[in-house]
T-cell receptor, first 114, second 113 residues
Framework: DTGVSQDPRHKITKRGQNVTFRCDPISEHNRLYWYRQTLGQGPEFLTYFQNEAQLEKSRLLSDRFSAERPKGSFSTLEIQRTEQGDSAMYLC????????????FGNGTRLTVT | GNSVTQMEGPVTLSEEAFLTINCTYTATGYPSLFWYVQYPGEGLQLLLKATKADDKGSNKGFEATYRKETTSFHLEKGSVQVSDSAVYFCALSDLPNDYKLSFGAGTTVTVRA
């Protein structure tokens, strides 16, 4: 179990630029989640994949955000035309479908929009 | 909609002290309740969970009981250690293995030797 891996760990970008983050879940996990965490707050659900299908998206995920999981393995989260309000920690998590399977989180990608 | 309110921090304790972190929730139906912990420099990890009323989750000396009548899931540990210093998050979901979680804001706990 190598854990959930996220890349990059930190990203600083200028307002208006596009950014893309990558998440590699634990290999046998078919469910993948993206969360966003701002300073002093708990994580907020963004979107959820089961295999390659994106099954749910939060209202927080504006049309500037897009997530993909093309082969049901790694996932990418792209933010277009970044705004300062997008500055946050973006967390990826995965789980297997088993009844007592816990959610495993990665260490996150910290985005700073200047 | 679902929401979680947890005790504001930061909380500073001495080693071997008793720790309680209050958590109350608002939800329709019968949610599952979780406590997650984030140690310094690490990702969030599940500490314990309870999926129905009166269930008690426990792990690493921590306990929390699902109280439907008071809509609460308070976290307790009888004797904390320095290694328990972390941020603790209460969370809920509509289904036991549905990880579309609603998190509280987190409580930072520091244990001094």
């Amino acid at each position: 179990d190598t854990g959930v891996s996220q890349d990059p760990r930190h990203k600083i970008t200028k307002r208006g630029q596009n950014v893309t983050f990558r998440c590699d879940p634990i290999s046998e996990h078919n469910r993948l989640y993206w969360y966003r965490q701002t300073l002093g707050q708990g994580p907020e659900f963004l979107t959820y994949f089961q295999n390659e299908a994106q099954l749910e998206k939060s209202r927080l995920l504006s049309d500037r955000f897009s997530a993909e999981r093309p082969k049901g393995s790694f996932s990418t989260l792209e933010i277009q035309r970044t705004e300062q309000g997008d500055s946050a920690m973006y967390l990826c998590a995965s789980s297997s479908p088993g009844e007592n399977s816990p959610l495993h989180f990665g260490n996150g990608t910290r985005l700073t929009v200047t | 909609g679902n929401s979680v309110t947890q005790m504001e921090g930061p909380v500073t304790l001495s080693e071997e002290a008793f720790l309680t972190i209050n958590c109350t929730y608002t939800a329709t139906g019968y949610p599952s309740l979780f406590w997650y912990v984030q140690y310094p420099g690490e990702g969030l990890q599940l500490l314990l969970k309870a999926t129905k009323a009166d269930d008690k989750g426990s792990n690493k000396g921590f306990e929390a009981t699902y109280r439907k009548e008071t809509t609460s899931f308070h976290l307790e540990k009888g004797s904390v250690q320095v290694s328990d210093s972390a941020v603790y998050f209460c969370a809920l979901s509509d289904l036991p293995n549905d990880y579309k979680l609603s998190f509280g804001a987190g409580t930072t706990v520091t244990v001094r030797a």
